[in-house]
Structure formats: structure tokens, C-alpha cells
């Protein structure tokens, strides 16, 4: 099984930031969401904000987000359809039926890719519409701890852009780096 991680690996930058600018130009009054949510991150990464905090902030964050929206749904359909090009072609060389991509963004920002890509394997951060309730953020640890509770702990080639997927490398028999167009394989010292 090989695995993925998307922003800035399979996807050529930051989908969540690239909604938010899609979005921004279509409501500029957005740009006040933005400052909390800057400012609540720095506290978090800090540590002066525990993690059930910062869920519950993003939890917040996310649902006023959405709820600016008549349909979310149709903007996330109408935003892929500007977007899908960022989606790196090298993966269609590497694809395997079996493949897992995992993800920080929200579950209901890339599902519409992955249905368009015909990609069943996912894990990304879960946003309950109907609740307003975020499940565990989708990061660093929690990365391969949602990934071993759904299939195991043997990944065959792992594809990332950032050393932050360190949990996850350690299950990688192959770890491969994703810069932009190029990729290499590092060398995990065991």
C-alpha cells in the first residue's frame, strides 16, 4: 500500500488556503475571519492553547465559515473545477488501486476532488455539517494514528513534502520527498 499526503505533495500548494482566496473574492468580508484564526494558531503552536482548545476554536472557525455560504457544497464543486490542475500529474505514473491519501484539510473540501479522481482511500479531518462538530484533527501524530486504526501499520512508499509526517515515515518501508515536480527518496537511518 503507498501512501500520501496531499497539500504541497499530490496537490501543488495549500487547498484550504487556495478555498479560502476563492472564496475571499467572492465575499471580501472574509478577511475578518481570518486574523482570529491566525491568532489562535500562533497560540496553539506556542502552546498557549491546549489541543481540545484549538479544536473547538476550528470546530467554530470551519461551521461560521461554511454557514456564510447558501451552498458550501456548489462552492466546493465550482472551486475544484478552477483548481483540479494543481492536482500533480506524477501521480497518475505511481497509482495503485490500494492507495491512501491522508490530509489535514477538512474531509468535505476534498471529497469532490477524490470523487472526480476516482480515489476511495482517504483520511482527513472530519466536519460534521449537520453538528458543527470537528473530529480529530487530521496532524502530526494523529496522521498515523488514524491511518493504523483503519489499515494497519505497513505502508510500502510514502509520498510527502514535510518531515511533519515523521509518525507516518516510520511505517514506510520507502519515504519519498515531494518538492514541487521533483521527487527523491530520503534515507530513514534504521
Given at each position: 500500500?503507498?501512501?500520501?499526503?496531499?497539500?504541497?505533495?499530490?496537490?501543488?500548494?495549500?487547498?484550504?488556503?487556495?478555498?479560502?482566496?476563492?472564496?475571499?473574492?467572492?465575499?471580501?468580508?472574509?478577511?475578518?475571519?481570518i486574523l482570529p484564526?491566525?491568532?489562535?494558531?500562533?497560540?496553539?503552536?506556542?502552546?498557549?492553547?491546549?489541543?481540545?482548545?484549538?479544536?473547538?476554536?476550528?470546530?467554530?472557525?470551519?461551521?461560521?465559515?461554511?454557514?456564510?455560504?447558501?451552498?458550501?457544497?456548489?462552492?466546493?464543486?465550482?472551486?475544484?473545477?478552477?483548481?483540479?490542475?494543481?492536482?500533480?500529474?506524477?501521480?497518475?505514473?505511481?497509482?495503485?488501486?490500494?492507495?491512501?491519501?491522508?490530509?489535514?484539510?477538512?474531509n468535505i473540501l476534498?471529497?469532490?476532488?477524490?470523487?472526480?479522481?476516482?480515489?476511495?482511500?482517504?483520511?482527513?479531518?472530519?466536519?460534521?455539517?449537520?453538528?458543527?462538530?470537528?473530529?480529530?484533527?487530521c496532524f502530526g501524530?494523529?496522521?498515523?494514528?488514524?491511518?493504523?486504526?483503519?489499515?494497519?501499520?505497513?505502508?510500502?512508499?510514502?509520498?510527502?513534502?514535510?518531515?511533519?509526517?515523521?509518525?507516518?515515515?516510520?511505517?514506510?518501508?520507502?519515504?519519498?520527498?515531494?518538492?514541487?515536480?521533483?521527487?527523491?527518496?530520503?534515507?530513514?537511518?534504521?
Amino acid at each position: 500500500m503507498n501512501v500520501y499526503d496531499f497539500d504541497n505533495t499530490l496537490y501543488d500548494g495549500e487547498s484550504a488556503f487556495d478555498f479560502f482566496l476563492y472564496c475571499l473574492k467572492k465575499k471580501p468580508k472574509l478577511i475578518k475571519v481570518i486574523l482570529p484564526i491566525i491568532r489562535d494558531l500562533i497560540k496553539y503552536k506556542s502552546c498557549r492553547m491546549s489541543p481540545e482548545e484549538f479544536k473547538a476554536r476550528g470546530a467554530y472557525y470551519t461551521e461560521s465559515f461554511f454557514d456564510l455560504f447558501d451552498d458550501i457544497y456548489a462552492e466546493i464543486s465550482q472551486f475544484w473545477d478552477k483548481h483540479e490542475h494543481k492536482f500533480k500529474e506524477f501521480y497518475d505514473e505511481v497509482r495503485r488501486d490500494d492507495d491512501v491519501i491522508i490530509t489535514a484539510n477538512v474531509n468535505i473540501l476534498v471529497e469532490e476532488l477524490f470523487r472526480r479522481k476516482s480515489i476511495k482511500n482517504y483520511i482527513a479531518t472530519t466536519f460534521d455539517m449537520d453538528t458543527g462538530k470537528l473530529g480529530e484533527i487530521c496532524f502530526g501524530e494523529t496522521k498515523a494514528k488514524l491511518f493504523k486504526a483503519q489499515y494497519g501499520e505497513k505502508i510500502d512508499d510514502f509520498y510527502t513534502d514535510s518531515e511533519n509526517d515523521a509518525p507516518l515515515m516510520a511505517l514506510a518501508q520507502n519515504v519519498y520527498m515531494v518538492k514541487k515536480n521533483k521527487i527523491y527518496q530520503i534515507n530513514l537511518n534504521r
